[in-house]
């Protein structure tokens, strides 16, 4: 006779249990719901109940997903619920690409990884090496977290699900080597996921956005039965006129189609998605592209209340930066503020009489280049009018003689002798060597330019005579060089070239705060080519070394 041992019976039978459990779950939505557990402000079993345009993110297996999303909205915990997903039960490498190695990626491993292993047994037991920072591993499968200013990082892995966070703050050249790591993957596997807070139209995101479906988050509104969506402002209703005004606290959220109140406190309810007896679901734009795309804003968070939405509305009226922050952040939009890039009429309000042509007025002369596929070109004639000034450029009048492009440096050598530059500045990037080899031919009279991070205003940093080099910061500088174009202290001769006015309106500021709210302003120019506004910037700031030059010495004699 011989006893059964009913612990191990029971053993074997939860093992079995759990192996049919887990052989069921096909979709990522259901692997979330069955082994992520979260924290605030939603603790405990992951639900779609607070998110309900989420989950058909989790089941989509098209090759390319794109997510322009405002902040806060769950996007980054659906990226790594698909990670999780294809690493637990496809044993599928990802790879996870963020702006930087650091500080990003290694606060994203403590502040998102880290807690999401801590709160879910089943995500402590299934990575068995956690400790880098860059690579966990999970068996067979690994993750690897990356940043895309390191073009290393990006060639070192192959992975079969791509994600990219925060694209926007992303090297845009550096998205496409990134993609290459799937390469190889067997073609049903592998998948790109590209999410971000949008900034200017055509940029980063909303590249990938106006390429896709771009699907809207749509409900059927419980008053009056139509399928409808929130949108700013036709669904907000703003109580105050003053951000000081507590009535701003009674904004509320209304039907588009009808102008009934819609309860935020019930939103648990009329979002219910058709997956749950509801009935919100996404809605296409374009039925016939390869690309999913999807789109929500802040009026949708079951956690952000209507009236707070109201608060930043009122200090965007005021303010380029909260202005900025609540177009792209609250409404997951593209936005440009009034200002921040040249219109036509500025450029044309300083078109003069005058042709190009080397012919001078007795002025100072100065050329800038950016370096490229062509070298683009400008060369000014200054004129300072007697009046002495710590800021040069500031009081200066400028002149284009020549506006252009050549294809090869020693054509440059021809611009500079036949408009007896005195100083010009030129990109050290991408052509260091033949930007070297033209700076050491007209010696003292030309300077490599490097944008830097370490500079700040308009401060120039000059480095040694031999080194042939100068560093600027890139946004304070393209803030004056475009600036003067604004003020019309510059004119442009009447034939000026199409291509030059379109590169001159391609530079975009942004409006940021920076994590201690200070305000730090960029330049972006999205896919649009913008080679002769950083021509004219090098050659803007060439005048002040131009001035400090002093030198009678004619650049003609040189060679």
């Given at each position: 006779?011989f006893?059964?041992?009913?612990?191990?019976?029971?053993?074997?039978?939860?093992?079995?249990a759990q192996?049919?459990?887990?052989?069921?779950?096909s979709?990522?939505?259901k692997?979330?719901?069955?082994y992520r557990?979260m924290?605030a402000?939603f603790?405990g079993?992951w639900?779609?109940?607070?998110h309900?345009?989420?989950?058909e993110?989790h089941?989509?297996?098209?090759?390319?997903?794109v997510?322009q999303?405002?902040a806060?909205?769950?996007?980054t915990?659906?990226?790594?619920n698909?990670v999780?997903?294809?690493?637990?039960?496809r044993g599928?490498n990802?790879m996870?690409v963020l702006?930087?190695?650091?500080p990003?990626a290694?606060?994203?491993?403590?502040?998102?990884?880290?807690p999401?292993?801590?709160?879910?047994?089943?995500?402590?037991?299934?990575?068995?090496?956690?400790?880098?920072?860059?690579h966990?591993?999970?068996?067979s499968?690994n993750l690897f977290?990356?940043?895309?200013?390191?073009?290393n990082?990006?060639?070192?892995?192959?992975?079969?699900l791509?994600?990219?966070?925060e694209?926007d703050?992303m090297?845009?050249?550096?998205?496409t080597?990134?993609?290459?790591?799937a390469?190889?993957?067997?073609?049903?596997?592998?998948q790109?996921?590209y999410?971000?807070?949008p900034?200017?139209?055509?940029?980063?995101?909303?590249?990938?956005?106006?390429?896709s479906?771009?699907?809207?988050?749509?409900?059927k509104?419980?008053?009056?039965?139509?399928l409808?969506?929130?949108?700013?402002?036709?669904?907000?209703v703003?109580?105050?006129?003053?951000?000081?005004?507590p009535k701003?606290?009674?904004?509320?959220?209304?039907c588009k189609?009808?102008?009934?109140?819609?309860?935020h406190?019930?939103?648990?309810?009329?979002?219910?998605?058709?997956a749950?007896?509801?009935?919100s679901?996404?809605v296409?734009a374009?039925?016939?592209?390869?690309?999913?795309g999807?789109q929500?804003?802040?009026?949708?968070s079951m956690?952000v209340?209507?009236?707070k939405?109201?608060?930043?509305s009122?200090?965007?009226?005021?303010?380029?930066?909260?202005e900025?922050e609540?177009?792209?952040?609250?409404l997951?939009k593209t936005?440009?503020?009034?200002g921040?890039?040249?219109?036509?009429?500025d450029?044309?309000?300083c078109?003069?009489t005058?042709?190009?042509s080397?012919?001078?007025?007795?002025?100072?002369v100065?050329?800038?280049?950016?370096?490229?596929?062509?070298?683009?070109v400008?060369?000014?004639?200054?004129?300072?009018?007697?009046?002495?000034?710590?800021?040069?450029?500031l009081v200066a009048k400028c002149?284009?003689l020549?506006?252009?492009k050549?294809?090869?440096?020693e054509?440059?050598?021809?611009?500079?002798l036949?408009?007896?530059v005195?100083?010009c500045?030129i990109d050290?990037?991408?052509?260091?060597?033949k930007?070297?080899?033209?700076a050491?031919?007209?010696?003292?009279h030309?300077?490599?330019?490097?944008?830097?991070?370490?500079v700040?205003?308009?401060?120039?940093?000059?480095?040694p005579e031999?080194?042939h080099?100068?560093?600027?910061?890139?946004?304070t500088?393209?803030?004056?060089?475009?600036?003067?174009?604004?003020?019309?202290?510059i004119?442009?001769?009447?034939?000026t070239?199409?291509?030059y006015?379109?590169?001159?309106?391609?530079?975009?500021?942004?409006?940021?705060?920076?994590?201690d709210?200070?305000p730090?302003g960029?330049?972006?120019?999205?896919?649009?080519a913008d080679?002769?506004?950083?021509?004219?910037n090098?050659?803007?700031?060439?005048?002040?070394?131009?001035v400090?030059?002093m030198?009678?010495?004619?650049v003609?004699?040189?060679?």
């Open positions: 006779m006893t059964v041992d009913h612990s191990l019976t029971n053993q074997v039978a939860v093992q079995i192996a049919l459990k887990r052989k069921s779950i979709k990522c939505s692997w979330s719901v069955n557990i924290g402000p603790p079993k639900s779609f109940d607070h309900p345009w989420l989950r993110m089941d989509c297996e098209c090759e390319m997903m997510g999303k405002a806060q909205m769950g996007y915990e659906t990226a790594l698909k999780f997903f294809n690493i637990d039960i599928l990802a996870y702006p930087a190695a650091k990003d290694s606060d994203f491993s403590t502040s998102r990884f880290d999401a292993l801590e709160l879910s047994p089943h995500l402590t037991n299934m990575f068995s090496n956690v400790k880098n920072i860059g966990k591993r999970a068996g499968a977290l990356r940043g895309s200013r390191s073009r990082q990006l060639k070192s892995v192959p992975a079969a791509m994600i990219f966070d694209v703050e090297v845009q050249k550096n998205i080597l990134g993609e290459e790591r390469s190889g993957q067997q073609e049903d596997t592998v790109f996921f999410l971000s807070t900034t200017i139209d055509e940029f980063g995101i909303n590249g990938y956005y106006k390429n479906t771009q699907e809207h988050f749509f409900f509104c419980p008053h009056c039965s139509r409808t969506e929130l949108t700013f402002p036709e669904c907000l703003i109580t105050a006129d003053s951000l000081t005004d701003i606290r009674d904004s509320y959220l209304v189609e009808c102008k009934a109140t819609l309860d406190y019930d939103k648990l309810n009329w979002l219910k998605d058709v749950t007896g509801g009935t679901r996404w296409k374009y039925s016939d592209r390869m690309s999913r999807f929500v804003n802040q009026l949708y956690v209340q209507p009236w939405i109201a608060l930043s009122l200090r965007a009226e005021t303010n380029p930066e909260d900025q609540f177009h792209n952040s609250k997951g936005h440009t503020v009034k921040a890039k040249l219109d036509p009429q450029i044309e309000a078109v003069g005058h042709k190009k080397s012919s001078k007025q007795g002025g100072l100065t050329m800038g280049v950016d370096v490229g596929k062509w070298l683009h400008e060369i000014d004639e200054w004129f300072l009018d007697g009046k002495p000034s710590v800021d040069i450029n002149r284009v020549f506006e252009g050549v294809k090869n440096f054509e440059l050598d021809n611009l500079m036949e408009y007896s005195t100083k500045v050290a990037n991408p052509e260091r060597r930007a070297l080899e033209f050491q031919r007209f010696w003292g030309v300077r490599m330019c490097f944008y830097g991070n370490s700040s205003g308009k401060t120039i940093i000059v480095k031999e080194e080099s100068i560093t600027v910061d890139r946004t500088w393209l803030d004056l060089s475009l600036g003067r174009v604004r003020r019309k202290a004119s442009l001769p009447v034939d070239s199409l291509e006015k379109s590169h001159l309106q391609a530079p975009v500021r942004l409006y940021k705060k920076d994590k709210g200070n730090v960029s330049y972006v120019a999205g896919n649009k080679h002769f506004a950083h021509a004219r090098y050659a803007e700031m060439a005048l002040p070394l131009a400090s030059l030198t009678s010495q004619d003609r004699n040189l060679l």
